[in-house]
Nanobody
């Protein structure tokens, strides 16, 4: 079983910054991909940023140039640095990891990010 614990969400003014963290723990697992998704009220969950095992990244157009995803393999942690936040970034943010072993995807519990205008 793999557990993901997210932290770093909160309330911030437009133009501000937040850094989300997601730490994975458990037994006998090997991480391949790490991603951040978000879900705003009344909307579908959407991919925000993605990083693979060779640190290749991909971003949603809405966050390019403002958000940066990174990972620390030794700590089994993925980060999302969010700068120049806008009100439309308000959502619950979820991390997801894809594993080589045991071969399943796992989701975090979500952390609320609220940007006031």
């Amino acid at each position: 079983q793999v557990q993901l614990v997210e932290s770093g969400g909160g309330l911030v003014q437009a133009g501000g910054s937040l850094r989300l963290s997601c730490a994975a723990s458990g037994r006998s697992f090997s991480i391949n991909t790490m991603s951040w998704y978000r879900q705003a009220p009344g909307k579908q969950r959407e991919l925000v940023a993605y990083i693979n095992s060779i640190d290749r990244t991909n971003y949603a157009d809405a966050v390019k140039g403002r958000f940066t995803i990174s990972r620390d393999n030794a700590k089994k942690t993925v980060y999302l640095q969010m700068n120049s936040l806008k009100s439309e970034d308000t959502a619950v943010y979820y991390c997801k990891i894809g594993t080589c072993v045991p071969g399943f995807d796992y989701w975090g519990q979500g952390t609320q990010v609220t940007v006031s205008s």
